[in-house]
């Protein structure tokens, strides 16, 4: 379904120009949940925004091919790309704070994929948006459909936007360390969900993360990156259990463990 | 102490607005003399309960044409406000949104037009268009067009990389409906003070063309026009000027009192 062949990512709004995604490939089927997992600056971001097909084109140069269901994400035309965007790939930002526009009503937003792209009349999309926030296990949706996003906590606001990204049922949903800002009960609420939604829509995830712990939860493939470059990829059973490389066994070792005092 | 102040502002521009605009809107369809009505008998006739403002030159209702006048000028200012803002929003949401070549080339432009004092640029284009009531409000609304434009543009620079924008794009909205959809209504709120300030300015700057003789033409009574007739009475007349004035004042401060409080409230 997703297949990203060669790709580099160039900066060139300074003086010299800065490589930040060095030979990506990868490759997903529908219903695939792929994590890439790496520290901060790895290029994680960077390659989701360009497979999302958010990156502006002005200062920065990409090669290589994102094909999504044999259209080239990199090369297409605009209108075509837009298409997409929402329709069929969607993305969950990683503060959910800031993600809601903070005049406009959750329902209001929510609807705004289906307003962009389907032919729903209004009491359709009520309907349906109705039903997207339900789906996400939010309590009471014809109240939360009239509140405004500061009524909201983070945990709830995180639910609205996956549910805003699923309303069109979209056949990937990038997740761009979309827990780092909520606290750890909430976290686990949230993986739940997507292993949830994964499972009744077969919706492919391709999860971003730093928390190896989350990424073993949820991944049935990991890809490793460090400065831009793919360290290490494969199933998540074998990454975590014989990592290869000395940078993948450094990330592991670096998960918190629980060890008993009296065993030590 | 401080709350009771903020409220205060805003209850005396209220009252003074509410009085004024009811006075105007009274004088679209009553006063209480022909506005135009020459009279040589009350020439320089003084206040009393006929001629509450007393008479000018021509022996016409003070009173009368100030009603006029104002609404004349409030109008004039509203059209002025209109254009400055409608163009301004849109070219600042344009430039503002896209950056790049197109946002340096109209903003030096704006920066240009700008460089130059108000009145002497709506005076330019004055002496190309021919004066009028229409004229002014071109003039006036081309003048106005560079202050909001920066003021928009501002706002659509901070938020166009903000999350939810970044978001809308990515739900596949198109760049015209992220602009007027997604971030004008944020942008509102500034735009909104602009407005009122914008409004003052308008008002000010009709009753100097006017005064300089270049704005309403006669007998179209016109505020800043009043006053500059009433300046060659000054002495046989006071009444004339002071109650042109007053108004002006009035009509001025209301606004800006009323815009002082919405900014703290």
Redesign the interface.
């Known amino acids: 379904m997703l297949d990203v062949i060669d790709l580099n990512i160039e900066f060139h709004d300074h003086l010299i120009p800065e490589t930040v995604v060095f030979d990506f490939d990868m490759h997903m089927d529908a219903g695939d949940i792929v994590g890439i997992v790496g520290e901060s600056g790895s290029g994680k971001t960077m390659t989701a925004l360009a497979i999302?097909g958010?990156l502006s084109r002005?200062d920065m140069q990409k090669r290589g091919k994102i094909i999504f269901e044999e259209t080239d994400l990199l090369n297409c035309e605009r209108a075509k790309l837009?298409?997409?965007?929402?329709?069929e790939i969607?993305?969950v930002?990683q503060?959910p704070m800031?993600?809601?526009?903070?005049?406009?009503k959750i329902g209001w937003q929510v609807e705004?994929?289906l307003r962009?792209?389907k032919d729903f009349s209004k009491e359709e999309r009520y309907e349906k948006t109705i039903k997207a926030l339900a789906d996400v296990e939010l309590d009471a949706p014809e109240k939360l459909y009239h509140k405004y996003p500061y009524e909201l906590s983070g945990g709830m606001r995180q639910r609205v936007?996956i549910a805003?990204a699923l309303i069109c049922n979209p056949k990937l949903i990038i997740a761009d360390e979309i827990t780092t800002a909520l606290d750890v009960t909430v976290q686990a609420q949230i993986i739940e969900l997507l292993k949830k939604v994964n499972k009744r829509n077969g919706t492919a995830i391709l999860f971003i993360s730093h928390d190896l712990s989350l990424v073993k939860q949820i991944c049935s493939r990991v890809i490793v990156m460090y400065q831009g470059n793919i360290v290490e990829q494969g199933d998540a059973e074998m990454i975590f259990h014989h990592p290869q490389e000395e940078y993948t066994q450094k990330l592991i070792a670096a998960i918190p463990k629980i060890i008993r005092k009296s065993k030590v | 102490m401080r709350r009771w102040n903020k409220d205060f502002n805003f209850y005396i521009g209220f009252v003074i607005t509410g009085v004024v605009l009811l006075l105007v809107f009274l004088g679209i369809f009553y006063t209480p003399y022909d506005a135009e009505a020459m009279s040589a008998a009350d020439k320089f006739a003084g206040i009393s309960l006929h001629h509450l403002m007393g008479c000018d030159n021509f022996g016409r209702d003070i009173f009368s044409r100030i009603l006029k006048g104002s609404g004349t000028t409030l109008f004039i200012a509203l059209c002025t406000v209109l254009i400055g803002v409608g163009i301004g929003t849109i070219i600042g949401a344009i430039t503002g949104y896209y950056g790049g070549w197109l946002d340096e080339v109209l903003m030096r432009f704006n920066d240009s037009v700008l460089a130059f004092p108000s009145i002497l640029v709506a005076l330019v284009f004055i002496s190309i268009l021919g004066s009028g009531k229409y004229h002014v409000i071109i003039a006036l609304g081309i003048v106005f067009i560079p202050s909001f434009a920066r003021i928009v543009r501002g706002e659509f620079m901070h938020y166009r990389n903000l999350d939810y924008v970044q978001n809308a794009k990515l739900m596949g909205a198109g760049d015209i409906r992220i602009m007027f959809v997604h971030i004008l209504p944020n942008a509102w709120p500034v735009i909104a003070s602009a407005i009122i300030i914008g409004f003052n300015n308008a008002v000010l700057a009709e009753a100097s063309m006017s005064f300089l003789g270049i704005g309403v033409q006669p007998p179209d009574p016109s505020l800043g026009r009043m006053l500059s007739e009433a300046q060659s009475y000054l002495f046989r007349a006071p009444w004339y000027a002071f109650f042109s004035g007053l108004t002006i004042v009035l009509m001025i401060l209301g606004f800006a009192l009323l815009s002082e409080g919405m900014k703290r409230k």
């Open positions: 999302a958010l002005h837009r298409s997409i965007q929402g329709n969607s993305m930002f503060e800031t993600s809601l526009n903070p005049v406009k705004e994929s962009i792209h936007m805003a």
